[in-house]
T-cell receptor, first 112, second 114 residues
Framework: DTEVTQTPKHLVMGMTNKKSLKCEQH?????MYWYKQKAKKPPELMFV???????INESVPSRFSPECPNSSLLNLHLHALQPEDSALYLC???????????FGDGTRLSIL | GENVEQHPSTLSVQEGDSAVIKCTYS??????FPWYKQELGKRPQLIID?????GEKKDQRIAVTLNKTAKHFSLHITETQPEDSAVYFC?????????????FGKGTHLIIQP
């Protein structure tokens, strides 16, 4: 069982759709992360929210938009995605940056 | 930014033997080094980690060593079992690294032969 919950588990969407991925943790962690993982590749960091401050990997395209409504929730808004965006999207949390990160089960995203 | 190299990409060992996976990092400011195990179709699971003020850490059959001078760290698994088969990722983290967060190595596919 994981203490980081991600929904949905699977998502299929067209390139013109708008959808959101959700992540929730109730461990009181103050840092939350979004990673993208392609098949047979390591996770790649997309965004970090640490103490309500957002840090962005500058290589992430603007069609991905994170939102942190509160310290236990992290959303990833998707708009006008491309087929190459198909991947496993992992959320993680930690007490603070530089502390152990715990991953959710991920959302497997397919872009048609 | 940080760059982490991991070797080998695939490692096959006989059940009961030991396995060693090695990683090097580029940024001397990195101070936190976790190891994750990822089974097919599942999330990465933290199995052990080490900080730069420690040279070695052990947890049952798993140990990690860190050489700060050479900027490399290694995962050691003894008495390997079939359930150890998975992809293992090393990672490095720079304190207050902003968007750097964790930088992962490319992974090692560990195969335990019965």
């Amino acid at each position: 069982d994981t203490e980081v919950t991600q929904t949905p588990k699977h998502l299929v969407m067209g390139m013109t759709n708008k959808k959101s991925l959700k992540c929730e943790q109730h461990m009181g962690h103050r840092a939350m992360y979004w990673y993208k993982q392609k098949a047979k590749k390591p996770p790649e960091l997309m965004f970090v929210y640490s103490y309500e401050k957002l840090s962005i990997n500058e290589s992430v395209p603007s069609r991905f938009s994170p939102e942190c409504p509160n310290s236990s929730l992290l959303n990833l808004h998707l708009h006008a995605l491309q087929p190459e965006d198909s991947a496993l999207y992992l959320c993680a949390s930690s007490q603070a940056q530089g502390q152990p990160q715990h991953f959710g089960d991920g959302t497997r995203l397919s872009i048609l | 930014g940080e760059n982490v190299e991991q070797h080998p990409s695939t490692l096959s060992v006989q059940e009961g033997d030991s396995a060693v996976i090695k990683c090097t990092y580029s940024d001397s400011a990195s101070n936190y080094f976790p190891w994750y195990k990822q089974e097919l179709g599942k999330r990465p699971q933290l199995i052990i980690d080490i900080r730069s003020n420690v040279g070695e850490k052990k947890d049952q059959r798993i140990a990690v060593t860190l050489n700060k001078t050479a900027k490399h760290f290694s995962l050691h698994i003894t008495e390997t079992q079939p359930e150890d088969s998975a992809v293992y990722f090393c990672a490095a983290s720079i304190p207050g690294g902003g968007a750097d967060g964790l930088t992962f190595g490319k992974g090692t596919h560990l195969i335990i032969q019965p």
